[in-house]
């Protein structure tokens, strides 16, 4: 079949393609796609930062909380008064504190039971549990607060 031009008013016009039917519903459906695929590969990545935050911190944790009770355990209370965080150390003072660690049953040594990290409200925040040895032979359970602060984990709340 052999397309003839058209004659419109004693003119000929060439021959046009149709026009396209328009379809807003296919171009609001792609819109809408690309903003939900955009949404998830932002709430994907910020689940992956936060599991990366919470599971690389296990080890800093760990070493806060090692290094506050080596030092309650060596009896150098300013040096385990430093590892607390600005809250503790808004309620104790340096000499308080210190007074406060010498308090007989005194800790004699300590294990490093469990530890947890979690977020709260986009805040990185973990509890060390730890057993207290003291001195007569007695020990205990203890669950220890501690806190990211000036990029850095401290220990937050009562130890003892």
């Not at 309650?72 to 210190?98: H, P």
């Not at 990185?124 to 001195?135: E, G, H, I, K, S």
């Amino acid at each position: 079949m052999v397309c003839l031009p058209s004659v419109v008013m004693g003119r000929e016009q060439a021959w046009r393609r149709p026009a396209r039917r328009r379809r807003p519903a296919r171009a609001g459906a792609l819109v809408a796609g690309l903003a939900l695929g955009t949404c998830l590969v932002g709430a994907a990545g910020l689940a992956a930062w936060n599991a990366q935050a919470v599971l690389g911190a296990d080890g800093p944790v760990r070493d806060t909380a090692d290094g506050f009770f080596r030092d309650v355990a060596a009896g150098d209370t300013d040096r385990a008064y430093g590892r607390l965080c600005a809250e503790a150390r808004s309620r104790w003072s340096q000499a308080g504190f210190g007074s406060w660690v010498r308090t007989p049953p005194l800790v004699s040594g300590y294990e490093i039971v469990d530890v947890s990290v979690t977020t709260r409200a986009g805040r990185p925040r973990a509890t060390v549990v730890v057993r207290l040895n003291r001195d007569g032979g007695g020990s205990e359970e203890r669950e220890l607060p501690v806190v990211s602060e000036d990029g850095g984990w401290r220990v937050c709340g009562d130890p003892f």
